[in-house]
């Protein structure tokens, strides 16, 4: 029943691990970061990521500018860029680790203590890649709520508001950071003990000795 959990864990972690990983790599390309709705023009609505600016016309549909240039960018924005790369970086490795260490598979499987030390890293980088995905999607949500409730700007003017890409950037830390706790957890439960059966046929060797049949105990 144990290594039946244990499996089942391994499983659910690095599941979870894979869809996290790859909403973290939707979250760093997607443009939809923030969203600008414009009253005076209901049929264009502007969007912003981390690597483009686009509008969306009723007429045109959409068009995309890549931003010109990084050092004009707010500090939240550059500094979201390295940590969403690191965060798709290190939930590569994370996968690559922990997929060596799962017990379904072969490699390394006289090795446990390798297979054991491979998930436990694993989970790690996921932590961190997890931790990496949510910083800087909390940082543009948190500045955009500042901006949006700043009394200095006029009413008139257009707020930016929460895009699409946020949510899929929490989703995506709360799957790395779950899917890290269970591949941990499920390295760290201990292994079912072995059959009895097999070590059954080892013990009861018979030995001839003194030409009688005798059974060690």
Not at 169 to 179: D, K, N, S, T, Y
Request: with cysteine; charged share 15%; hydrophobic share 50%.
């Amino acid at each position: 029943m144990a290594l039946v959990f244990r499996s089942v864990a391994q499983f659910a972690g690095i599941s979870l691990s894979l869809l996290g990983w790859v909403l973290s790599c939707l979250t760093n390309y997607l443009p939809q970061w923030k969203n600008l709705n414009l009253d005076l023009n209901e049929m264009e609505n502007w969007t912003m990521g981390l690597w483009q600016a686009c509008v969306i016309q009723e007429e045109v549909g959409r068009q995309c500018k890549d931003f010109d240039s990084f050092l004009a960018l707010p500090a939240e924005l550059r500094i979201s860029r390295i940590l969403m790369f690191l965060s798709n970086g290190l939930g590569l490795l994370g996968l690559l680790l922990s997929g060596s260490g799962l017990d379904c598979l072969r490699i390394g499987e006289t090795r446990r203590g390798r297979k054991k030390g491979l998930l436990i890293l694993g989970g790690i980088l996921f932590w961190s890649a997890g931790i990496s995905a949510l910083a800087p999607v909390s940082w543009v949500a948190y500045k955009t709520v500042q901006e949006f409730w700043d009394e200095t700007v006029p009413e008139i003017v257009p707020r930016w508001e929460f895009g699409e890409a946020l949510f899929l950037g929490w989703f995506a830390g709360f799957f790395l950071l779950v899917g890290g706790c269970l591949l941990n957890w499920a390295a760290c439960s201990s292994r079912a003990a072995p059959a009895l059966g097999h070590h059954a046929g080892a013990e009861t060797r018979i030995t001839i000795s003194t030409g009688r049949c005798t059974k060690p105990i």
